[in-house]
């Protein structure tokens, strides 16, 4: 493809959330660091909020990535599952031989004393849940209910959830307001600023191999940040469809023509991006209009009454 046409070793566009490509702008390292250090303080859940498309599996693979071998990790990906398969996988992850058949108090019991025998060989089990809005009401529940296994001066197991602002919106009903006093830490990833974004381009360049100089025009890029509304998977996709276009036309610099190309050839994802931005403009113009109008008849009538 056009590997050899921009002289680079890989891909660099890839959607895979592969390590090697991570890149260490403010609001990844400040979410990294709230992530270690909660797990240093050992108590608790941890929460990392992202909108779809932010980054949120490559830093908790990078969080994983980081701890050190006091801690046993288990990473579930697809938490869409009943309680009692959640605690099964859970159990199983922990090297408990499960029987055949197995009921919930026992498998609790189990999981208890695989925590415990953990902990005297001086592990700390994290239990790590990605798309954690997936998670079912019950299952919440019952995540909640294993962090009460103690010992009388330390938590047995500590939880951390990966998951989109829909996952926001539930805990904070009242039914899960215990689990929410239980997370001690949480962290909202953001969009990438224009800035972010520029370096964020050139990092994954450079990672692939790239050592041409000035890839993407102005124009480009400023196409990309509001095509893609900052957010690192639609930067990606854009990206490699215009290189492949910059590559179909035998231009060596992604220009306008290019990225607009790879816009209109993804509009099922930059349409929904743009006119979300739309709707938070337009409620600003608005309540902007309301105030002006306000203002303004305040001192009309405070005219009018002069007299």
Not at 7 to 14: D, V
Not at 51 to 79: H, N, Q, W
């Amino acid at each position: 493809m056009y590997l050899e046409h921009f002289k680079i070793s890989k891909f660099p566009f890839s959607l895979s959330p592969n390590t090697e490509f991570f890149f260490h702008f403010p609001c990844y390292q400040d979410a990294l660091d709230v992530l270690l250090f909660g797990v240093k303080m050992g108590e608790g859940f941890i929460k990392v909020i992202g909108e779809v498309g932010s980054g949120k599996t490559i830093l908790c693979r990078k969080f994983l990535d980081a701890l050190d071998v006091r801690y046993m990790p288990i990473y579930i990906s697809s938490p869409d599952v009943t309680p009692g398969e959640l605690r099964k996988a859970f159990a199983r992850e922990l090297g408990v031989d499960l029987p055949e058949s197995v009921e919930q108090f026992q498998l609790i019991k189990l999981i208890a004393d695989r925590l415990l025998e953990l902990h005297h060989e001086g592990k700390r089990v994290l239990l790590v849940i990605d798309e954690a809005q997936a998670l079912s009401d019950d299952s919440l529940e019952a995540l909640r209910l294993l962090t009460n296994l103690e010992t009388d001066t330390d938590e047995l197991l500590q939880i951390v959830l990966f998951g989109q602002p829909e996952l926001n919106v539930r805990l904070n009903q009242h039914r899960f307001r215990q689990l929410n006093q239980l997370i001690t830490f949480s962290y909202y990833l953001k969009p990438l600023t224009r800035e972010d974004l520029h370096s964020y381009v050139y990092h994954r360049l450079a990672v692939a191999g790239y050592a041409q100089g000035k890839l993407l025009t102005n124009k480009a890029i400023r196409l990309l940040f509001h095509a893609s509304g900052g957010i690192p998977r639609v930067i990606n996709i854009l990206c490699h469809k215009a290189m492949l276009a910059s590559y179909g036309f035998g231009d060596y610099m992604v220009g306008h023509k290019s990225m607009s190309q790879a816009v209109m050839d993804s509009q099922e994802i930059t349409d929904g991006l743009l006119v979300s931005a739309k709707k938070k403009n337009s409620i600003v113009y608005i309540l902007t209009g309301l105030a002006v109008f306000t203002v303004a008849g305040y001192y009309y009538w405070a005219y009018l009454f002069r007299f």
